[in-house]
């Protein structure tokens, strides 16, 4: 079934959206090959190394555009063995400056199409699931080991300050980063305690910060039979 579009060039020349996701990947696939300098063969052993055989003239095909299908098994093995990720391969942000997000729709940026595929930009009729959960709470993570690193260094500075004044202000600089790191820990349990309400299982804590909410030791009563 051919597709509508909203222009008004020549509908051969706007591929339909299955092909133009292929071919995508296929560019990208042959355009990280061959900055590797590696050759479709070269690329077929490496997948086949990782488990998951595809064969050279496959690859051919695909890079070609020959190819009728393909599976996301294959862009998941093409992109580990071209040591990138699958989005990287489906929507190459920076090489592909617009693509399509679905069938029937308007060319959007390629940056716009990846952050919404990820969940990373939400549309307004789609739910992203637990990821901004999950993106914030590694957000959290990374500030609280920031402030906690500066309030050590800042008790350092203190305990070996030279003058009154240097230890004052090594001590206010702890003060500060203390109360950074407790502000955004607050922050952290709620964000881990919305993710268990939507029946979700929060992401594990670095050691440094696995006392702030540690695991849950209850067991339920059928298991103490």
């Known amino acids: 079934m051919t597709q509508r579009r909203f222009d008004d060039e020549d509908e051969d020349d706007f591929p339909e959206w299955v092909d133009r996701i292929k071919n995508n990947v296929a560019s990208e696939v042959r355009r990280r090959r061959k900055e ?11 997948c086949e190394e990782l488990g998951h055989p595809i064969p050279r003239n496959v690859i051919a095909n695909l890079e070609s555009g020959r190819r009728a299908n393909l599976p996301l098994v294959d862009v998941m093995v093409l992109a580990a063995a071209l040591h990138t990720s699958p989005i990287c391969l489906i929507f190459p942000v920076g090489y592909v400056e617009e693509t399509q997000e679905l069938p029937f729709q308007h060319l959007v940026p390629t940056w716009d199409a990846m952050r919404k595929f990820t969940g990373e930009e939400p ?9 901004p959960d999950f993106n914030r709470h590694a957000s959290l993570v990374r500030t609280i080991e920031a402030a906690l690193n500066e309030a050590e260094r800042a008790d350092f500075a203190a305990k070996t300050a030279a003058t009154p004044a240097d230890r004052e202000e090594a001590e206010r600089r702890k003060a500060d980063y203390a109360k950074r790191a407790e502000g955004d820990t607050r922050q952290l349990l709620w964000v881990r305690e919305s993710i268990r309400d939507e029946g979700g299982t929060p992401p594990d804590l670095p050691p440094a910060l696995a006392a ?5 030791d209850d067991t339920d009563e059928e298991d103490n039979i």
Do not use: N, V
């Open 36 to 46: 590797m300098r590696w050759s479709a063969q070269r690329l077929a052993e490496r």
């Open 123 to 131: 549309g307004y009729d789609s739910d992203a699931g637990l990821i």
């Open 212 to 216: 702030i909410d540690p695991p849950d």
